[in-house]
C-alpha cells in the first residue's frame, strides 16, 4: 500500500469518525431543545379560591413565570420550575388585595417571590402526570405534588390542574387572621398553563 493510499484511507476513517462523533453529540441537545417549552404568559392562568369568614371568593396571580422542560418519552430528565409574584395577587376587592400584600400574609417586602421546583414528574395514566417537588412561601418550603392534564399538538401544549394547599403551613395569615372563621386554611390552586416549543 503506497503512502498517500495509507494516508487517503487514515484520513477517510478520521472523518467517518468525527461524523459519528458529532451525530452523538447533536442527538442530546437537539432532544433536549424539542422538550424545552416557552409558557405563553398572555394566555396562561394561576387562580386560586378560598374563603373569607366563610364565604368563597377568588382570585389570580398576575405575574409569574415558569421554566419547562418535559418529553413525555423521557420523564426522567423532565423538570419544572415556576416563580410567581406573591404582590401580583388580585381577588377584586381593594380591602383585601390591600390587605394581602402586608407582613400578615404573603409580606411582600421581604418575600417578593414564591417558587415551585419539582424533583420528578412521572405519568399516572393517558395525558395524566404528577409532578413531584416543593413549594417555598414566604421562605417556608413545604414538599408539594402537582397533578396536570397534559395535552401536546405539535408544537403547542397546554397542562391544566388544582391542588389545595393549607396557608398556615407557610405562615400566611397570622395574627388576627390565623382562625378558619375568618379566613379558611385551605386554599385552592387552579393553573392552566399554555407554551410552546
Given at each position: 500500500?503506497?503512502?498517500?493510499?495509507?494516508?487517503?484511507?487514515?484520513?477517510?476513517?478520521?472523518?467517518?469518525?468525527?461524523?459519528?462523533?458529532?451525530?452523538?453529540?447533536?442527538?442530546?441537545?437537539?432532544?433536549?431543545?424539542?422538550?424545552?417549552?416557552?409558557?405563553?404568559?398572555?394566555?396562561?392562568?394561576?387562580?386560586?379560591?378560598?374563603?373569607?369568614?366563610?364565604?368563597p371568593?377568588?382570585?389570580?396571580?398576575?405575574?409569574?413565570?415558569?421554566?419547562?422542560?418535559?418529553?413525555?418519552?423521557?420523564?426522567?430528565?423532565?423538570?419544572?420550575?415556576a416563580?410567581i409574584k406573591?404582590?401580583?395577587?388580585?381577588?377584586?376587592?381593594?380591602?383585601?388585595?390591600?390587605?394581602?400584600?402586608?407582613?400578615?400574609?404573603?409580606?411582600v417586602?421581604?418575600?417578593?417571590?414564591?417558587?415551585?421546583?419539582?424533583?420528578?414528574?412521572?405519568?399516572t395514566?393517558?395525558?395524566?402526570?404528577?409532578?413531584?417537588?416543593?413549594?417555598?412561601?414566604?421562605?417556608?418550603?413545604?414538599?408539594?405534588?402537582?397533578?396536570?392534564?397534559l395535552?401536546?399538538?405539535?408544537?403547542?401544549?397546554?397542562?391544566s390542574?388544582t391542588?389545595?394547599?393549607?396557608?398556615?403551613?407557610?405562615?400566611?395569615?397570622?395574627?388576627?387572621?390565623?382562625?378558619?372563621?375568618?379566613?379558611?386554611?385551605?386554599?385552592?390552586?387552579?393553573?392552566?398553563?399554555?407554551?410552546?416549543k
Open positions: 500500500m503506497t503512502f498517500h493510499l495509507r494516508q487517503h484511507l487514515l484520513s477517510k476513517r478520521n472523518t467517518t469518525a468525527l461524523v459519528i462523533l458529532a451525530g452523538f453529540a447533536i442527538a442530546p441537545l437537539t432532544q433536549a431543545n424539542a422538550a424545552q417549552w416557552q409558557v405563553n404568559a398572555d394566555t396562561s392562568r394561576l387562580s386560586l379560591e378560598a374563603t373569607q369568614a366563610g364565604t371568593f377568588s382570585g389570580e396571580f398576575r405575574d409569574f413565570t415558569a421554566t419547562i422542560t418535559l418529553d413525555p418519552a423521557n420523564l426522567a430528565a423532565a423538570s419544572i420550575t416563580q406573591t404582590g401580583s395577587i388580585f381577588t377584586d376587592s381593594s380591602e383585601r388585595d390591600g390587605t394581602l400584600p402586608g407582613a400578615d400574609w404573603f409580606d417586602e421581604s418575600f417578593p417571590t414564591a417558587t415551585f421546583t419539582s424533583h420528578s414528574v412521572k405519568a395514566g393517558p395525558e395524566q402526570y404528577e409532578a413531584d417537588g416543593d413549594l417555598t412561601i414566604k421562605g417556608t418550603t413545604v414538599p408539594l405534588t402537582l397533578p396536570f392534564t395535552k401536546i399538538e405539535g408544537n403547542n401544549a397546554s397542562a390542574g391542588v389545595s394547599i393549607n396557608r398556615q403551613a407557610f405562615g400566611i395569615g397570622t395574627a388576627q387572621w390565623d382562625t378558619e372563621s375568618v379566613a379558611g386554611f385551605s386554599v385552592s390552586i387552579t393553573y392552566q398553563i399554555n407554551a410552546m
